[in-house]
Every structure is written in structure tokens, then in C-alpha cells.
């Protein structure tokens, strides 16, 4: 979720109704306690620091420890270790999921992160470098012996990016055999499969990626089926609805990221917001081809006026 899950985000996400957790994008530990010009921006906690989990990635324990220990002065409902993330320009320098590789590394470096902060401390994994369950177990009971409180499992190996299905049995065995909660994450596409893994039993907790910046609803929508108990349908969105949503969207990063992000944020969203669209990728393309954020919403709503049927 790196350059997604800020806080223009979480602001759009949150005027559908919220959601019970937010974790944040990938926060650099060595940029963080280096004092990087941006780090502020990725500390931001708004608009709900109460339901804000800072999310770390680095490769140095002690580097982790002391971001820990800035971050754990900050209002926050906890602080996450990613040990998930397999992109190259992640593993090649030591981090996300290649602390898989040493359960004796990792869970020494959990222990310096554990005495370093009193928020609660969880990590979000896969299933490892190859598919070993057994080894997974045995790399989490590590984790929670050191004081992990939480594991998120996305149940795809490093090397299988979405090539295949998560494996979400992977999960509820995972759950059995740790006494700490477990959430499971993978191949959540909308509140029907929230819904569904949720009242599964398997997990204390569903997390959704990609699914909620093309549905920034889909919360919501969840939480008012859950309560109503009545059968999930198809979310009906209107041209304007969409036009608006994203235009929303432009008006937050504008007030809540620097100018640097801009674009580079943009065109994350509109990448998977643009799915809700029936000509998709040619709006992507109109739209990654401006180089300002005035630009993309003179496209954008452009393209609403010129194909007035969409969706």
C-alpha cells in the first residue's frame, strides 16, 4: 500500500463511515530517526489517531528500535513491523519479508522493537520465502514469545505474488496454533468477501488492501449489511457519485500532502479507483499523462462529461 494508505486516504475513507483500524504506508525506520524532510507527512495521523497503526519496514533491528520509540510518543492505536513486502527495491536491502529467513534474527529484532515502545506491537507477514506451514508456526511462536501482539498473514509466498489464491486456511491454522490474534489479508475484492471471512471464524480480523481505494465504501457498506443481517448486494454508483468521490479525493491530497506527492499519489489511486469504470484503463492513461494535480481533475471530469452512461 505504499504511496496509498496516507491520510487523504484514510479522510475518504473515513467520510463513508470509517473503518475500526487504519494502518499507514510503509514508513522508512533509517528515514524517520534521520529526520527526512517528508517524514511528517508519513506520521500524520489524522484524521483518527486513536485508530492509527504506523506501519515500519527497515532492516536495521537497532534503526526499527528507535523509530519504534519516536513513534510510541505519537497518539496511535499501535505500531506494525512489516515483514510482507517482497517488491525488490524492499527485500534486496534486508527488509519486509526477508526477515522470514532467520526466525532466531527476527525475533531478536521484535525484542529490541518490544522494549522500545508500550503501543501494541504487531507484525504483518506472508507465509515465508517457500511454503513451509511448520515453519511459519514456529517463526510466529518466536514473534509472540518476544511480545508480538498481533500477526496480520497474508498467505501467498515472497515469490507468488497474486499469481495463485491466498491460501486462507493458512490462516485459521495459524489462529489455532497461537494464542494471539491472528488477521488475515488476500484476495479481499469487496464487502462480500469482508463479510464472509469475517463470519468464517478463522481471524480475529480482515484486512483489506487495494479493494478499499477502489471502494473506499466498502467499509460501510459491511458494517450496514452486518447490521441489517440482510444478503449483501451490488453497490450501485452513479456517474456523479464516481466524479465526486475522486474529485474528493484530489481536494484532500491537495490539502494534506505535499506538492512532491502529488502526482505520484494520484496516479497510485486512480489506478484501482479507475476499476469502477467500464473504459478503466483508458481513463488511467488520460489521466497519467498530466503533470499536475489541476490537470488530472480537468480529465477527470472531463471524461464524465464527454461519457455521461459511465459506469
Known amino acids: 500500500m505504499a504511496e496509498l494508505s496516507h491520510r487523504p486516504l484514510r479522510e475518504l475513507i473515513e467520510g463513508f463511515g470509517g473503518c475500526d483500524e487504519y494502518f499507514t504506508e510503509m ?28 506501519q515500519l519496514v527497515g532492516s536495521d533491528p537497532g534503526h526499527l528500535a528507535a523509530a519504534a520509540a519516536l513513534l510510541d510518543r505519537l497518539e496511535c492505536r499501535g505500531i506494525d513491523i512489516n515483514m510482507g513486502c517482497s517488491a525488490p527495491a524492499i527485500t534486496r536491502t534486508g527488509a519486509g519479508v526477508s526477515w522470514m529467513a532467520s526466525a532466531d534474527r527476527a525475533a531478536a529484532m521484535a525484542a529490541r522493537v518490544r522494549s522500545a515502545t508500550q ?3 504487531s507484525v504483518k507477514l506472508r507465509t515465508g520465502l517457500e511454503d513451509d506451514f511448520d515453519y511459519l508456526v514456529g517463526f510466529c511462536r518466536r514473534l509472540e514469545a518476544e511480545g ?3 500477526i496480520t498473514l497474508h498467505p501467498r509466498t515472497s515469490r507468488e505474488k ?8 493458512y490462516v485459521g491454522a495459524l489462529r489455532s496454533a497461537l494464542k494471539i490474534p491472528v488477521a488475515g489479508n488476500g484476495d479481499i475484492a469487496g464487502p462480500e468477501d469482508l463479510l464472509s471471512r469475517a463470519a ?39 456517474v456523479t457519485f464516481l466524479e465526486e468521490t475522486g474529485l ?42 498530466e503533470t499536475e ?15 455521461p452512461e459511465e459506469p
Not at 534521520?34 to 497503526?53: A, H, I, R
Not at 497474486?162 to 486456511?169: D, I, P, S, V
Request: include cysteine.
Open 27 to 54: 514508513i522508512s525506520a533509517g528515514a524517520l530517526i534521520g529526520g527526512g524532510p517528508f517524514e511528517s507527512f508519513y506520521t500524520d495521523g489524522g484524521p483518527c489517531p486513536q485508530k492509527l497503526v504506523y
Open 119 to 121: 503501543k501494541r506491537l
Open 293 to 307: 494535480l489541476r490537470g488530472v481533475a480537468k480529465a477527470w471530469s472531463g471524461y464524465f462529461a464527454e461519457h
Open 248 to 289: 474528493r479525493f484530489l481536494e484532500l491530497l491537495a490539502k494534506y500532502q505535499p506538492q512532491e506527492f502529488h502526482i505520484s499519489r494520484a496516479r497510485r489511486f486512480f489506478n484501482y479507483f479507475c476499476d469502477n469504470l467500464k473504459w478503466g484503463t483508458y481513463v488511467k492513461n488520460l489521466l497519467n499523462r
Open 148 to 150: 508480538v501482539e498481533l
Open 200 to 238: 468464517s471464524g478463522c481471524c480475529d480480523a480482515v484486512m483489506a488492501g487495494r479493494a478499499a481505494v477502489q471502494q473506499p465504501w466498502l467499509f460501510a457498506q459491511a458494517r450496514e449489511a452486518e447490521k441489517a443481517k440482510e444478503t449483501l448486494g451490488v453497490k450501485t454508483v452513479t
Open 162 to 169: 497474486f499469481k495463485r489464491k491466498a491460501r486462507w486456511e
